[in-house]
């Protein structure tokens, strides 16, 4: 009976000291907490209880592998998603093999298993520039010291097939990677700002774009009248009958705690869905994300979460819930970037669109039948 006692106790600790607090007076002198969303409409994050900027997370073998963005693209691993992470090495040994600026701190890696082997595509560049590319490396394991760096699968702004188009209107990083059910096909998803979020077929070897002079290239997400066009971080899934296309929206970062943007202008986690892997793809008003288009699913929320963003999504079998994983600034932490924290939520699926619900369940989905609308 005291065990239970003392195990309830336990648990009650937890969920209190997991629950993101908002900033105190003091915290937040001199910052323009006018410009945090107070809004109940999203829930509260699961924590990850893991500082990550751009995180991704597979699945393998019992636990979760988190990448994130940082010197070599650091890996850690875990059994549950809110930790504790145990680092298990990096997936470069070395400065990236691709002669561009930032080469020891790629950003936005994005790993899959594919065919029993492992690929991380990696970008590098850096803040306002084109001058960017993707690169990719392989591994027989998810964890560090096996890797081999590939170079450059996509270059733009300068580099090799660099004046091909799409590569000649858009901007290489944040890479994401998705399979056509039909055919069976990989493809590679990337863009940032410029001409916004384009896909392309990859080999089947997943080291090179299929055609790479001649590029089956499709845009899948544009802002086409605004001055800056911020939409990034793209992501896809699939759940029958739907394609799901996630990106990050408005700014990311860099913030001025004396003068945020405008309340909404800074990051949150959009979405559209298509029965086509190329789209095209509308939002739930039916907006297409070519045209500016894309649903909220999260956004900065109850004064503490803000600007969530770098999206990823765990996709749930047989009665496993989806999981929309990202990273946010908490106000009582800080707004630099190495402040970003790992967050996560279930989803449910509400007439085939996803909405991101409240409450900590096992991430195995034991309890994720216990929904709430």
């Given amino acids: 009976m005291w065990q239970n006692a003392i195990s309830i106790l336990c648990f009650l600790l ?6 993101p607090t908002a900033p105190t007076p003091s915290a937040s002198a001199g910052i323009d907490t ?40 650091p890996i850690h691993k875990s059994r549950t998603l809110d930790g504790p992470w145990e680092e298990v090495g990096t997936v470069l040994d070395e400065a990236s093999v691709i002669d561009k600026q930032n080469r020891t701190r790629p950003w936005a890696p994005t790993t899959v298993e594919w065919e029993n082997r492992f690929y991380c595509f990696y ?16 591994s027989d394991s998810p964890e560090g010291g096996n890797w081999t760096d590939h170079g450059a699968v996509v270059n733009t702004g300068k580099g090799d097939l660099s004046d091909v188009y799409p590569y000649t209107v858009s901007n290489a990083i944040d890479g ?19 001409h916004g979020i384009f896909s392309v077929p990859l080999a089947e070897h997943l080291l090179s774009i299929k055609t790479p002079k001649k590029p089956d290239a499709t845009n899948l997400a544009y ?13 896809m899934t699939y759940k029958a009958p739907y394609y799901y296309l996630w990106f990050s929206h408005g ?29 095209p793809f509308v ?7 070519l045209q500016g288009g894309g649903t909220i699913v999260y956004g900065s929320n ?11 999504v765990l996709s749930g079998t047989g009665s496993e819930a989806d999981v929309l994983y990202f990273h946010y600034l908490n106000t009582s932490i800080g707004f630099a970037q190495g402040d970003a924290r790992l967050g996560w939520n279930y989803l449910h699926y509400v007439d085939g669109w996803p909405k991101a619900i409240e409450g900590y369940v096992h991430a195995n989905g034991s309890d994720a039948q216990n929904f709430r609308n």
């Avoid at 970008?123 to 392989?138: F, L």
Wanted: glycine share 12%; net charge neutral; charged share 20%.
């Fill in 176 to 194: 994401a990677f998705i399979k056509d059910q039909k055919t069976g096909e990989p493809r590679l998803l990337y863009g940032s700002y410029w």
């Fill in 14 to 19: 937890y969920a209190v000291s997991a629950i």
């Fill in 123 to 138: 970008a590098i560049s850096e803040s306002g520039s084109r001058d960017s590319a993707i690169g990719v490396a392989s």
């Fill in 302 to 312: 109850h004064g503490v979460v803000y600007a969530p963003g770098g999206v990823g």
């Fill in 251 to 279: 700014k990311c970062c860099q913030f001025n705690v004396h003068n945020f943007p405008p309340m909404g202008d800074e990051y949150s986690i959009r979405v559209g869905r298509s029965k086509n892997v190329t789209g």
């Fill in 283 to 289: 939002d739930k008003d039916g907006r297409e994300t």
């Fill in 34 to 73: 006018h410009s945090f969303s107070k809004t109940t409409e999203y829930p509260l994050p699961n924590l990850g209880n893991v500082a990550a900027h751009d995180p991704n997370i597979i699945q393998y073998d019992g636990y979760f592998y988190l990448f994130k963005g940082g010197v070599h693209i």
């Fill in 223 to 235: 802002v086409p009248t605004a001055k800056t066009k911020p939409i990034e971080g793209s992501f």
